[in-house]
């Protein structure tokens, strides 16, 4: 375990939960950038959802509310569709994803990101968010419940 | 030249895995079996002495189901020239509307992501072929030509095995 990163390994795979990031509970993890919010996929979520084959982002100028789909992605495995975590609008989409929606599998948490939001309600929402703890602790939860299943 | 080796994945329990195969298939039966020859992942893996010896110094085509890449990294390690891969993933991303489902027995969309998949292979051995400086005296003594597979059946190609 780093000192930026917390590291839960559950059977073989090791899932890694930055310090310094907020989570949603679907997953998409969100780095503030002044006003701004940088979104992508947990490391979590994109190794149970497989390898990307399409990527794809609502465009710049959307207006979101928590739970509105900013994105979604078809996996090998499965179809999902990303929520919102967070109030505002889209000021910017990483566009290498469509030409390579495997950045999100082999980058999570830097080129693999999804959108960049400009915060409209930030204060009052991100008591509702999950830090990095919270987070590594629900996943740690679903992990180990997929594994005493088996 | 020696025939184009073609070496899929063989995994199982992935769509993806199942359209690697399939493919190679069309391209061994059907799209170019003159010119190619099929050789099972799992032969390889088993170390079978006539596999190894069908991929050494030939040229070989793999298609790996998913990023482990296991047919491209088992040819290398068998001592054989990995000449194109394909990813069945990428060939998918060309062909977004024909979507894989079902593994023993492919979907629609999957049979013909086989079939897009075969013939971008059908096209990589056709360059192979025409680059080698030996083609054109073979083709035309037709001493490498019409060997066909002598009608085996798949699963018996497959050395009866899918895993």
């Known amino acids: 375990m780093s000192d930026e990163m917390l590291e839960l390994t559950i059977d073989k795979f090791t899932f890694r939960v930055p310090k310094d990031l907020y989570f949603g509970e679907a997953g998409v993890w969100i780095r503030l950038e002044g006003g701004l ?59 290498a994803l469509e030409e390579a929606p495997e950045l999100i599998n082999q980058d999570p948490y830097g080129k693999g990101w999804l959108a960049v939001v400009k915060l409209m309600n930030w ?15 629900l996943i740690k939860e679903q992990a180990e419940g997929e594994v005493r299943k088996k | 030249m020696s025939k184009v080796v073609i070496v899929p994945c ?39 002495e006539q596999a190894r010896e069908d991929v050494s110094g030939a040229q070989a085509i793999t298609i790996d189901g998913c990023k482990l ?23 998918y991303r060309r062909h977004r509307d024909l979507k894989p489902a079902g593994i023993a027995e ?15 292979v059908v ?17 035309r003594s037709g001493q490498d030509l019409g060997e066909g597979t002598g009608g ?9 095995q899918n895993a």
């Open chain 1, 37 to 95: 919010a940088r979104l992508g996929l947990a490391d979590y979520v994109q190794q149970r959802s497989g390898d990307m084959a399409f990527a794809e982002v609502k465009p710049v100028g959307t207006s979101l509310q928590p739970g509105d789909e900013f994105a979604s992605i078809e996996t090998i495995k499965v179809n999902v569709i990303l929520p919102s975590p967070v109030t505002g609008e889209i000021v910017d989409t990483n566009l």
């Open chain 1, 123 to 137: 204060e009052a929402e991100r008591t509702k968010l999950l830090d990095a703890d919270a987070y590594y602790a």
């Open chain 2, 10 to 48: 063989s995994g199982i329990g992935k769509s993806y895995g199942s359209v690697a195969r399939e493919g190679a298939y069309v391209v061994t039966e059907d799209l170019r079996p003159d010119t190619t020859q099929l050789v099972p992942l799992s032969l390889l893996v088993l170390g079978d």
């Open chain 2, 69 to 91: 890449a296991c047919a491209s990294k088992m040819v290398a390690e068998s001592g054989s020239t990995v000449a194109h891969n394909l990813a069945v993933l990428d060939v």
């Open chain 2, 106 to 120: 492919l979907n629609e969309g999957g049979q013909k992501l086989a079939q897009a998949l075969a013939e971008e």
């Open chain 2, 123 to 139: 096209t990589l051995v056709d360059a192979l072929i025409s680059a080698s400086p030996l083609s054109t005296l073979r083709l």
């Open chain 2, 152 to 160: 085996r059946g798949r699963a018996e190609q497959d050395g009866g």
